[in-house]
């Protein structure tokens, strides 16, 4: 569904990425791996377009997509939660949810979507008419994600959903994903640091370090990796 | 005490006007976080578009109602000057969106200077004053034996207040209001929502210049001569208006604009019973500036912006 080719990104003279290569296909979730730095969020704000990739492609659903204006990528159904959730503080829950449907004019499905995203966090229900920067963090991200699938994305990525969230909630909030993916079948396309949970949930990973891919496979043998085990499994 | 509340609705007309040039300096901070000095002078195109919108139009419409005619030179003015407000950020302000601040507000000021002195070439508006032309027929309506109001100053406020009204609409309840609210909020995740921001810009330009070009012929026919330079105080003091509201911030921009307006005219009327001359009036909006720089500078409803580290 999506193949990324050698993206090269850099700020300035700095080289945030050196020739990434990643496939995610259709109905997948795939992961993204790596310390702090390695260009994890490098990779998703190109792909998002908010960043200009140096070199190197990007095709979506046999198009390529590289460098496109971000507004113009959302329209092809590529949505990003971005890292620190960035929801809309002092905006309604309501009309965080209607900015993420944004480019959508059917009134009927986005009703039917919204109420969806209600049956998953039931949270945001409760809070519809609260101002977004009153929650906790653990509900901005839920309403993130909400806010995110209300464009009715094709492919879903998320950066950092965990960060700076209580512990039990990461694990809710996790499950949400999962169940999102298998009752829907978005392609979802996960960045994270917490690798023990995004290696749980995910089909397929990619260990990311200091802009290179270095690893790659299905989850389960990432997981088993012994390297992997020692640098960011902590076993 | 009626001398008192005459002063006070005369300041609240003026206000009214310099309210709806706080609007377009609040809005456009609100979505590039500068300050467009450039906004003064589109309120004196304003001005100007009227003046000649009425010499051309003027003899089409003499069989119509005057309020039908300045209805007309009204919207045709405010149409005129959104197309200017969008071109000058085209031109003048886009290619600089992701460079320091510092740079566009300083080509602001250039922007502002440019039209300003292409105003003063003689084949343009030429350097002299001209009288506005009577768009509102001089009448003046008798609320008590020593309180009046003029015909224009009551059609100033009407036009203000629905202004206000209609822009309060656009904001609150319409897509481009809210993606005008979230831009600001959030650029990055405006874009990533699939807001065009560029379009949202433009558009914000647009409204707040509209916004300037009725106050301009609102103003001029207040104080019935034009001329290129007309624009500068009017708005410093609408801007001081928007900073003393919170700058980012509409009812803010509204309110500061009524308090500068009421002030300035209650220091003209009584000025000369502390022995001071009523020059002076036009010096309160800048003490008033320096004050809350000092005390209060986020505003009356402005909300302390945490930055992000």
């Known amino acids: 569904m999506l193949e990324v080719s050698n993206l090269e990104v850099s700020y300035g003279s700095i080289r945030a990425l050196h020739g990434v290569s990643l496939k995610v296909p259709e109905k997948s979730i795939v992961t993204l791996i790596g310390a702090n730095g390695a260009g994890k969020s490098s990779t998703l704000r190109a792909l998002s377009g908010l960043i200009k990739a140096r070199a190197g492609t990007v095709v979506y659903g046999g198009e390529e997509i590289t460098n496109l204006a971000p507004h113009k990528i959302v329209a092809r159904g590529l949505c990003q939660v971005p890292e620190g959730r960035m929801i809309f503080p002092n905006l309604t829950i309501d009309e965080n949810l ?35 920067g009153t929650m906790s963090g653990g509900e901005q991200q839920m309403l993130a994600i909400a806010r995110a699938l209300l464009s009715k ?8 959903p965990s960060l ?52 790659e496979g299905p989850s389960v043998e990432v997981k088993a990796n012994p390297q992997v085990q020692a640098a960011y499994l902590g076993i | 005490m009626e001398q008192f509340a005459q002063q006070l609705l005369n300041g609240l007309f ?18 590039l976080r500068f300050i467009n000095f450039a906004h003064g002078d589109v309120f004196m195109l304003g001005a100007f578009s009227g003046l000649y919108l009425n010499r051309w139009l003027g003899p089409m419409m003499a069989g119509l109602h005057w309020s039908i005619s300045l209805t007309v030179i009204m919207l045709l003015s405010m149409a005129i000057c959104a197309a200017l407000g969008i071109l000058i950020e085209f031109l003048a302000y886009r290619p600089l969106r992701n460079r320091p601040r510092l740079n566009v507000l300083i080509t602001a000021i250039g922007v502002s200077l440019l ?18 032309p009577a768009l509102i027929p001089a009448n003046n309506i008798a609320l008590t034996s020593n ?21 309060r609409y ?26 065009n921001n560029s379009v949202v810009i433009s558009f914000t330009f647009g409204l707040g210049s509209a916004l300037a070009a009725a106050g301009g012929i609102l103003y001029a026919s207040l104080y019935p001569s034009v001329e290129p330079f007309m624009g500068i105080i009017p708005g410093l003091k609408a801007f001081i208006a928007a900073v003393l509201g919170g700058i980012g911030n509409i009812p803010g921009a509204a309110l500061g604009g009524l308090i500068i307006g009421v002030t300035e005219t209650l220091v003209g ?24 720089l000092l005390f209060k500078p986020s505003g009356l409803l402005g909300k302390t912006e945490r930055e992000k580290v």
């Open chain 1, 98 to 132: 209607r900015m993420g449907a944004f480019l959508r004019r059917d009134a009927k499905a986005i009703a039917a979507d919204m109420d969806y995203a209600f049956t998953i966090f039931p949270r945001l229900l409760e809070r519809r008419k609260q101002l977004a």
């Open chain 2, 170 to 195: 656009i904001v609150m309840k319409t897509r481009m209001g809210l993606a005008m609210r979230a831009l600001s909020l959030n650029p990055t995740a405006s874009a990533l929502m699939g807001v």
């Open chain 2, 115 to 132: 039209i300003e002195y292409t105003g003063q070439h003689p084949a343009v508006f030429g350097a002299t004053q001209q009288s506005f």
């Open chain 1, 153 to 160: 994305p094709k492919f879903l990525m998320l950066d950092e």
């Open chain 2, 14 to 31: 003026l206000g009214s006007i310099y309210a709806l040039i706080a609007l377009g300096y609040t809005m456009v901070y609100g979505v």
């Open chain 2, 269 to 292: 009327g009584y000025s000369s019973v502390v022995g001071l001359p009523t020059g002076y009036k036009d010096g309160v909006a800048f003490v008033i500036l320096i004050l809350i």
């Open chain 1, 164 to 215: 700076g969230i209580a512990p039990l909630l990461v694990k809710s909030i996790f499950e949400k994903i999962v169940e999102i993916n298998r009752t829907t079948g978005l392609t979802i396309l996960l960045v994270e640091q917490n690798a023990n949970l995004a290696l749980e949930v995910s089909n397929y990973a990619y260990v990311l370090e200091t802009g290179k891919v270095i690893l």
């Open chain 2, 147 to 167: 309180l009046a109001v003029t015909n224009t100053q009551m059609i100033v406020f009407v036009t203000v207040i629905m202004l206000l009204v209609a822009l």
